[in-house]
């Protein structure tokens, strides 16, 4: 059964730091792009960061040089590391990936910047 599960978020403060979790079961994270998503209240969801079975890594216009997607083949578990974050990058972050045409999603963590 395939299952993802996020952690890691909470509230920061602007310019802090944030690492998000996604321990991943069911299946082995480096066989599958894995992709990070967030969802701000209102405003549509979003492609945050992937990352596929080769380690090449790609994230978004907006997010790049802040934002890092790695993993841990060990752990299965694909994480989220957000640097000098800002208010506007409050959102509830979701982790995904897709199996044979079927994609799945985690419950999503929330993160909260604010001062």
């Known amino acids: 059964q395939v299952r993802l599960v996020e952690s890691g978020g909470g509230l920061v403060q602007p310019g802090g730091s944030l690492r998000l979790s996604c321990a991943a079961s069911?299946?082995?994270?480096?066989?599958?792009?894995m992709s990070w998503y967030r969802q701000a209240p209102g405003k549509e969801r979003e492609l945050v960061a992937t990352?596929?079975?080769?380690?090449?890594?790609n994230e978004a216009d907006s997010m790049k040089g802040r934002f890092t997607i790695s993993r841990d083949n060990a752990k299965n578990t694909v994480y989220l590391q957000m640097n000098s974050v800002k208010p506007e990058d409050t959102a509830v972050y979701y982790c995904k990936t897709e199996l044979y045409g079927r994609h799945y999603w985690g419950q999503g963590t929330q993160g909260t910047v604010s001062s």
């Open positions: 990352i596929i079975p080769g380690g090449g890594t």
């Open positions: 069911g299946f082995t994270v480096s066989s599958y792009a």
